[in-house]
């Protein structure tokens, strides 16, 4: 699906109310800065912002496509899935380095606004490179394999390290804010190679792309607060992102041979993995690896 789908003023309404409820996100940052989060006003939020993407998604199928509805749902389990991951990471930055509860909300925040900012310039470079160069979805779909099997060789007590850049700002003297920022923006960078080549096995359409990838970090400020306790919960969830990764890499592939007029490997052919099938898959293993982190958590309990 082209970006002609989608008129200049479905682009701007759409990144101005996103930018309107960023906006407010940072202020009500601001304003609780020095406050401690309640459980109950996480909750809130969470909700909000899982309902709101529901609804978007489902408006899509009656002023765009049912397509575009099926790709923006892929996509953005997908993206909220890594993103989630992602979040975990952030948690063991914090507890490291042991930053101030005060100051939570703001490096929170910036990191997530850092997250926006990179996945835009990687989603523009990403689409540049993918409508000139067809055979790119191998490199993708490899990538992604790849990732998968990195994931599963993770340690089941996940741990975080000083990078030299950070030791470097150590060094100097920098604040425990700013080494906190730096982590995540650094960390960012590594997320933004998984979840962008993934959200492009899902989808071409950039309208798709930038509101799934926009909701999926959406509410993580507010999410971080909850997760230190789903932790030690969603045990499984390393485990189901990597089959996620490894199938989208495989369809990945798959496209790139089609795409190449190979459509047969010896003497098999090559299939076609419809966008039902993926979304499908992807809930699949979502709730599976949630089933199964919730049985194994009650049965330790």
Known sequence: MSNSHVSVGAWLITLVSLASVLLIDFLLAFRNRHKETTLKSVALWTVFYVSAAVVFGSTLGIWLSEQARSEFF???????????????VFVLIMARLKVEK???????????????????IFIAAGSAVVNRFQWIFYFFGFFLIYTAFSLLKESEEEEWTEGKATAWLRKRGASVFVIALTAIAI????????SIPAIFGLTRNPYVIVTA???????????????????????YLTQGLSLILGFIGLKLIFEAAISQKHHKVIGINIPQISLGLSLGFIIGVLCLTTLLSLLKSRKSA
């Open 102 to 120: 005060s100051k939570e909300e703001m490096v929170l925040f910036y990191g997530i606004v850092s997250s926006l900012f990179l996945r835009g």
């Open 74 to 88: 892929a996509g953005w389990l997908t993206e909220y899935s890594l993103s989630f991951d992602n979040l975990f």
């Open 187 to 194: 960390t960012n960078v590594l997320f933004a190679f998984d």
């Open 213 to 235: 990838n926009i909701f999926a970090l959406m509410g993580l400020r507010q999410l971080y607060f909850l997760i230190g306790n789903l932790m030690h919960k969603l045990v």
